[in-house]
Every structure is written in C-alpha cells, then in structure tokens.
C-alpha cells in the first residue's frame, strides 16, 4: 500500500504545510510547472519525486523530468502529463498516449483547476490537483492524497491550503 501526495503548479513556491504532507506520504508526484530547482531540491530531502515538466519550466528541469510520464504503482498503470486537459477535452498528446497505453490513472495539472472524473469511455480515473503554488488566478490553492493499493485507488482526499494571496 502507498500513500501518495500529488501536486502540481507550484511556480516555485513551496511551504511548511507542503512538506508536512510530503514527510507524511510514500513518494510525491508532481505534475509540472515546479518553477525552480529549489522546488525539486526540497521535496527531493524529504521523498522520492515522479514528475513531469510544465509549460514554464526551464531547461535544466526539462532534463530531469519528461513530457510524458507513464509507470506501474503496485498494480495502477499510470499516465501524466501536465497539459493533458480531462475527459472529452482531452489534449492531443494525452488522447495518443491514453489510446495507447490504456491506464487506470490519468494525473494532469496546468489548468489550476481541482478535478477527480472517471472517464467511462476509456475506463480511467482522471486527476488534476490544481495548483499549490501562489502563481495564477485560482483562488484556493490544492492538492490531493490518496493510497494505491495492489489495484485500488482509494481514500482520496482533496488538500486546500488557504488563500493563494
């Protein structure tokens, strides 16, 4: 069993309450958008990281991290990519990579929206944790938690840490 903390969009902001919930989880899974190294160096002391790069993030992190994450967690095939849009409005690259790799969890970020949908036609959980960063125009900022175990993604919660301003 693994308890996971996703996030995503944290524009190179990063807190106490972040870390408390990373200390506290298996791995943390990013969905792009870090903003600097400092991002990656903190949550890197603490726990395994899986991630893939955002939109605004530089080339040194574009070298660590790809554009499409695809893994097994226990028995979860896995999916992430930071513009990946959500069910029917899927981008292009998320509906070549979904089509071909068939997985139970779709995770994308970029929107700064909090979304959990299961898409019925490609028989998929889709997550998007919104953003935990100060940087955007959400109001609240988010991320979520959640355990996989063997074939199950379970007790998912969503995470609001106050005000982005």
């Known amino acids: 069993m693994k308890r996971i903390l996703l996030l995503s969009d944290t524009h190179s902001y990063i807190d106490d309450r972040i870390i408390d919930y990373a200390k506290d989880a298996y791995e943390v899974w990013h969905c792009g958008d870090f903003g600097n190294m400092a991002v990656i160096e903190e949550l890197e002391k603490i726990k395994p990281i899986r991630g893939v790069y955002g939109n605004i993030d530089e080339a040194k992190i574009r070298t660590i991290f790809p554009e499409v994450l695809s893994f097994k967690c226990e028995e979860v095939d896995v999916l992430m990519i930071h513009i990946g849009g959500y069910p029917e409005r899927y981008s292009p690259l998320a509906k070549k990579e979904i089509a071909e790799r068939k997985p139970k969890l779709f995770i994308s970020g970029h929107s700064h929206i909090l979304k959990a949908m299961f898409d019925k036609k490609n028989n998929l959980l889709h997550l998007n944790p919104g953003a935990c960063g100060k940087s955007g125009w959400h109001k609240v900022r988010t991320m979520m ?8 993604i379970k007790d998912l919660e969503i995470i609001e840490l106050g005000s982005r301003v």
């Open 145 to 152: 938690r959640f355990t996989i175990h063997k074939d199950e």
